[in-house]
């Protein structure tokens, strides 16, 4: 998030293609939900920082569905998205797939693969 507040979406977009080049076979990514976002100027308050100018999805584009833009972004590097339910083996297609995992503070966690050629 901060990375994206600070550098705007061509910067977000950067640092994810420069991640995937540095990692040979994983990429695990945390994507933050938009409430982070608004409350990025009050934590900066809190510790008197300066404010971030504009933090709205009108400069934040990838902000609107942040996951959509990384997941997007790594595939367009050569990974594909791994599932929790193709980990343990099983092949779920339906609405109960198991997609995701999720930290303690109920965030998805998304697991990229680099597809091999």
């Known amino acids: 998030m901060w990375i994206h507040l600070h550098g705007g979406d061509d910067g977000l977009s950067e640092f994810i293609e ?9 990429l695990l990514v945390e994507p933050q939900p938009s409430g982070c976002y608004r409350k990025a100027n009050k934590r900066l308050r809190k510790m008197g920082r300066p404010e971030i100018n504009d933090v709205t999805s009108s400069r934040l584009k990838m902000r ?18 791994v599932t929790l339910d193709e980990m343990n083996g099983e092949e779920r297609t339906d609405s109960k797939a198991n997609t995701d995992a999720v930290t303690s503070w109920n965030r998805s966690l998304f697991l990229f693969e680099r597809m091999i050629e």
Not at 18 to 26: E, V
Not at 64 to 73: A, F, N, Q
Request: charged letters at 35%; aromatic letters at 12%.
């Open 18 to 26: 420069r991640a995937c080049g540095w990692t040979k076979r994983f």
């Open 64 to 81: 609107l569905d942040i996951e959509k833009g990384i997941e997007s972004v790594a595939i367009r590097c050569g990974f594909r998205r």
